[in-house]
């Protein structure tokens, strides 16, 4: 990256408001933010050289005075099965992250990252393994919709805040980016089709709830009880099952909104009827929906995915109390790999070279 392009400002991840105010101090009329952000947020342009009902001369002062973001396509994996791909994108400044395109009945999805690599340190997450680098910015979570719109020519009407990273660790960008996604005057991707998925970062979820968006929420939740949880999630030694409960119920109240459970099923390890039993009760009380999702191993630990009978006698068990639950259909199994394995290889092939 270019050295100077640290000290100037991201313009893609500034608000409509925000660009209105920065065409001010150019001198600029009002209605050049307006076509500005048009031409960033709704025709995804690449470069301000595209932008051609803007006149040169501010074009030239664009260039001049701000950075713009944009990913370089590493690679793309397509699934034979179900078409699913995986994306590696470079940033500016090297650093790489991935991204996933699903398409279901309903619509085409994106999985995105919120950071590169993550400090959360879950123990079956490949995401992690190489700790945080650093939060993505708003621009850059929007630029991986952006990309992957242009790349497949289709529009995306559901968002999964589900990749790489800890969103709530990177809580101001992920606001300001969940605002910009769903803005009238952007791609206008509606609330109530974003998922935001977290560890369980209490705080953030009381704050994200008070944000009063109709976003969904999903907990990684994996264990019944503290003491199983520490041992998966070390974020389970500062939070509490109680305390991510009552932000779950909260949450609730606040929004209206169904919360998510994800629960990985891990063989031998949270997956007995015990466990079963347990997670009954922590979601009876709560208007929730549970994800079971197979354990996706990674080759760095000796988890083991549950038998298919014991997941389905699993599922079974929560239907049979009328917990509501799914078991995550994996998409694109030809070309997956877990969470985060994909930008791994990438750096370990780079190093080796
Ligand atoms: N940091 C956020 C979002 C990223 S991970 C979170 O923790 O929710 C998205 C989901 O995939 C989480 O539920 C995570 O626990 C789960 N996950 C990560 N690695 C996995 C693996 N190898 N197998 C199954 N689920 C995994």
Redesign the pocket.
């Known amino acids: 990256m270019d050295k100077n392009t640290l000290d100037k400002t991201d313009i893609k991840s500034l608000s409509l408001q925000e660009l209105k105010k920065e065409m001010e101090v150019l001198g600029e009329k009002g209605f050049r933010a307006a076509q500005l952000y048009e031409w960033m947020h709704v025709k995804l342009a690449r470069s301000f050289g595209e932008m051609t009902n803007l006149s040169k001369a501010l074009r030239e002062k664009c260039e001049e005075r701000y950075h713009y973001t944009d990913l370089k396509i590493l690679q793309v994996q397509q699934s034979r099965l179900d078409g699913t791909r995986k994306y590696l994108f470079e940033l500016s400044d090297g650093n790489v992250v991935e991204s996933v395109w699903m398409q279901y009945k309903h619509g085409n999805s994106v999985c995105i990252s919120s950071q590169v690599g993550?400090r959360?340190g879950?123990r079956?997450?490949?995401?992690t393994l190489d700790g945080l680098e650093r939060n993505l910015l708003p621009s850059e979570m929007l630029d991986q919709i952006y990309a992957i719109t242009a790349h497949t020519g289709e529009r995306v009407s559901n968002v999964v805040v589900?990749?790489t990273?800890?969103?709530m660790d990177n809580y101001d960008n992920l606001l300001k980016f969940l605002r910009m996604l769903t803005d009238e005057n952007g791609l206008h991707i509606s609330q109530r089709n974003i998922t935001v998925?977290?560890?369980g970062l209490v705080p953030r979820m009381k704050q994200l709830a008070e944000e009063k968006l109709q976003i969904t929420l999903?907990l990684?939740l994996?264990a019944t009880t503290d003491e199983k949880r520490k041992k998966l999630m070390p974020i389970a030694n500062k939070y509490s099952i109680d305390e991510l409960m009552e932000a779950c119920a909260y949450y609730f109240d606040l929004t209206g909104r169904r919360i998510t459970f994800?629960y990985?099923l891990v063989g031998g390890v949270n997956d007995t009827d015990e466990d079963a039993r347990e997670l009954i009760e922590l979601a009876k009380p709560l208007c929730c929906h549970i994800n079971l999702?197979p354990?996706?191993?990674?080759k760095e630990r000796d988890y083991v995915q549950s038998e298919d009978g014991r997941i389905q006698a699993f599922k079974n068990k929560l239907e049979k109390n009328k917990i509501n639950c799914t078991i995550r259909r994996e998409m694109g199994r030809d070309i997956d790999g877990?969470?985060g394995q994909l930008r791994r290889r990438h750096i370990k092939e780079e190093k080796q070279c």
């Open positions: 993550c959360m879950c079956f997450c490949a995401s589900m990749g990273g800890e969103p998925s977290t560890c999903a990684s994996h994800e990985s999702i354990v996706n191993p990674i877990a969470c």
